[in-house]
């Protein structure tokens, strides 16, 4: 087998009917014998056992969940900073691109050629004629014309510029002869033809992209009043992680840190730091409470056990727990918290399906209001497969989107969805949002897309 059929058999064994049918492709060996197939219903013990910190209050629905991220973003104290144009890309405008000039700002040549006035033949000056760049030239008087490069200004009095391509020059006669019909004000730009000085170009809340950056330059601005992105440090807990080599003795190697940073990128952050701190309460402390950053995000110790530290050292400060467990599989130990009215926690769970869970539903819409972001109109799509739903909890399932032989586009479910796994996200293009209860084939779902389908990382 070639590389390349290895790797569409890959994705071929993750491609995959969820349905409610044992799956044809046994589990993987390191499933524990009581865990469910991968790609069946979440696990059965989250199912019927709620978790210690979910029986201790209600947790929010995932809809609310996402409300309240954003919520908290949009209520955060704004800073927007003013910085020079080439720092600005992919931030957003805080205030309207408002024209400081005309443009053009000033009546100017569309082509080579002549500028002529009044009615043709025209006598000519010699000479390289009126080029861009320089200041006002010299008026034309009726029945004269003068040459003129694209990008110069129109002298008074002139009607019209002939390209040089429709245009005869005799040189004995000293007279110009048009070769086609000449239109008046034909191949001049006028003075504000594409705006006034004081003009909307774009609302503030536009994303500075680089066509943006060539407006606002063209528009007379050097600098843009711009919202920054937020920043955002990764705090990775657990003393059973390893950072490189392969899983022994019980430790597993950190599948968060190596993530976060680029996905978190790709959300719209700029990423200060990814520390691992293993299970030290006092480190997470001081992590915490030095960090700079907009929004900390920790990856697990969001559950009861016995070295999960993040719900005590946020009720140690005070903090103000906005989302508190999520009515979502995976990922339901996910919080988010304030650390003070511009800082926030993101915390995580450790299982690194649940992990992305989080990054979905909460740090997604936070960092996204807190760059003034417009949410994206919500995309769905039908979904090829039945697939099994929690009976109280929404789901979500990674799928691709296929194309069958009609034509018809689908997302299909992927194998490899339980809480610990990264093998079907990995091979998917977004997250289906299964309504508790879960979702028959053909049925209309609401998907989260992933960075990567827009190709951001290519
Ligand atoms: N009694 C209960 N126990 C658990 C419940 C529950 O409801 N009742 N919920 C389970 C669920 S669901 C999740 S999700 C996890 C969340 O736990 P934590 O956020 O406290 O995470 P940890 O315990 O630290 O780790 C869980 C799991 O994930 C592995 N892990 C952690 N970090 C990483 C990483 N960076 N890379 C790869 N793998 C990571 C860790 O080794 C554990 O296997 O709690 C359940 N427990
Ligand atoms: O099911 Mo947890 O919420 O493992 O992610």
């Known amino acids: 087998m070639s590389d390349t059929d290895h790797e569409i058999d890959g994705i071929e064994q993750a491609l995959a009917l969820v349905s409610r049918t044992p799956p044809a492709v046994p589990a993987p060996a390191a499933d524990p014998p009581d865990a469910p197939p ?10 019927q056992a709620p978790a210690p910190a979910a029986e201790a209050h209600p947790a929010t629905t995932w809809p609310e969940a996402r409300a309240a991220a954003a919520l908290a973003g949009r209520t955060a104290p704004a800073r927007p900073r003013r910085v020079p144009l080439e720092q600005a890309l992919g931030q957003i405008l805080a ?5 400081l000039t005309d443009l053009p700002s000033f009546d100017t040549s569309a082509m080579d050629g002549w500028a002529v006035a009044g009615p043709g033949p ?18 034309l008087g009726d029945g004269e014309a003068v040459r003129i490069a694209t990008g110069a200004r129109i002298p008074v009095e002139a009607t019209a510029v002939v390209r040089r391509e429709h245009a005869h020059a005799d040189a004995a006669k000293q007279r110009l002869h048009a070769q086609r019909e000449v239109i008046t004000g034909q191949d001049i730009r006028p003075r504000g033809q594409e705006c006034r000085t004081g003009d909307r170009l774009l609302p503030a809340g536009s994303v500075v992209t680089p066509a943006v950056l060539g407006l606002a330059a063209a528009a007379g601005y050097d600098t843009l009043l711009t919202v920054p992105r937020p920043t955002v440090e990764v705090l990775v807990l657990g003393d059973e992680l390893l950072t490189s080599g392969l899983p022994r003795d ?30 030290d309460p006092a480190a ?21 056990g016995p070295l999960d530290h993040v719900h005590p050292f946020l009720a140690s ?14 990922g339901h130990p996910m919080l988010l918290a304030r650390l003070a009215p511009d800082t926030h926690l993101v915390g995580l769970p450790g299982n690194p399906l649940a992990a992305v869970s989080g990054l979905l539903t909460l740090a997604e819409p936070l960092l996204r209001a807190l760059a003034h972001r417009p949410a994206p109109e919500p995309y769905r799509a039908p979904v090829r497969d039945d697939v099994p739903g929690h009976p109280a909890s929404t789901r979500l399932v990674p799928v691709t989107h296929r194309t069958d032989a009609s034509g018809a586009d689908h997302a299909v479910p992927l194998h ?32 989260l897309d992933l960075p990567w389908a827009e190709g951001c990382f290519t």
């Open 38 to 47: 991968p790609d069946t219903a979440p696990e059965a013990s989250t199912d």
């Open 95 to 99: 205030e309207p691109l408002d024209a």
């Open 122 to 139: 025209w006598s000519f000056r010699e000479g390289p004629g009126i080029l861009a760049g320089r200041d006002a030239p010299d008026p």
């Open 250 to 279: 019980g430790m597993v190697r950190d599948a968060l840190g190596p993530m976060l940073a680029p996905w978190l990128r790709a959300l719209g952050a700029d990423v200060l730091d990814t520390r691992c701190l293993g299970d």
């Open 284 to 304: 997470l402390r001081k992590a915490v409470l030095g960090s700079e950053a907009d929004v900390v995000v920790t990856t697990g110790g969001t559950a009861a």
């Open 317 to 330: 400060v005070d903090a103000e727990l906005l989302v508190d467990g999520v009515d979502v599989r995976p």
């Open 416 to 447: 490899y969805n339980g809480p610990a796994m990264l093998r079907g996200v990995a091979a998917a293009d977004g997250l289906a949002v299964i309504p508790p209860g879960g979702a028959c084939a053909g049925d209309e779902l609401e998907i």
